[in-house]
């Protein structure tokens, strides 16, 4: 079973619009981090966040994790048309079998 | 370029063969992932090495296997393809078991026809 899951499964926008995408999770983490896929190529790695972090920038980035409701969320700000792009969430829970399992992914459309 | 480098990109072949994947991983990086992407599916993890031992175990079929060398590369086995085993086959490596950022290689693409 998928620890992340992503919400919503996808979304559209316009240029210059802010993008949030939702990710809830089940056991305990270490750390989540967030991860970019342009179609048919290897993911990129967007930010990290530990347990112990509740928000984290980067950039047009940022990032959120509530541990309390189980759950974060990325926020892409001022969006491009470059930024269309599948986003995945990850958990490392740091015990055996839990490590680095993706939710099904945003697939997000920034349209110009 | 994350560092990840997986051979082949593309691979088309029949089904009932066996075939091999290839990853090294960044240099300096002792743990290697293998996931698989498929449409139905999405990114589905398979497998973990650390160190040349298996750590973690996903949804990965018995037809499939891996092993991680003394020199850290990894390899994934397949075998008795059969077509719905069409997908990007990926590679990761961080440096430690976990706790760190993990970093994807370009995939290899598999048809089975």
């Known amino acids: 079973s998928q620890q992340g899951e992503e919400d919503p499964q996808a979304l559209s926008i316009q240029e210059g619009e802010n993008a949030t995408m939702n990710c809830s999770y089940k056991?305990?983490?270490?750390?989540l981090q967030w991860y970019r896929q342009n179609s048919g190529r290897g993911l990129v790695h967007l930010i990290l966040?530990?347990?112990?972090?509740r928000e984290k920038h980067s950039g047009r980035l940022r990032v959120t994790l509530d541990t309390s409701k189980k759950s974060s969320s990325l926020l892409i700000t001022a969006s491009r048309a470059a930024d269309t792009a599948s986003y995945f969430c990850a958990t490392d829970g740091g015990n055996y079998g839990q490590n680095f399992v993706f939710g099904p992914g945003t697939r997000l459309s920034v349209l110009p | 370029d994350s560092g990840v480098t997986q051979t082949p990109k593309h691979l088309i072949t029949a089904t009932g063969q066996r075939v091999t994947l290839r990853c090294s991983p960044r240099?300096?990086?002792?743990?290697v992932y293998w996931y698989q992407q498929s449409l139905d599916q999405g990114l589905q993890f398979l497998i973990q090495?650390?160190?040349?031992?298996?750590?973690a175990k996903g949804n990965i079929l018995e037809r499939f296997s891996a092993q991680q060398f003394p020199d850290l590369h990894s390899e994934l086995n397949l075998s008795s393809l059969e077509l719905g085993d069409s997908a990007l086959y990926f590679c990761a490596s961080s440096e430690a078991i976990s706790g760190n950022t993990i970093y994807f290689g370009e995939g290899s693409w598999l048809t089975v026809v």
């Open positions: 056991t305990s983490i270490n750390n």
């Open positions: 090495y650390y160190n040349g031992e298996e750590r």
């Open positions: 966040i530990r347990s112990n972090e």
């Open positions: 240099s300096g990086d002792l743990s």
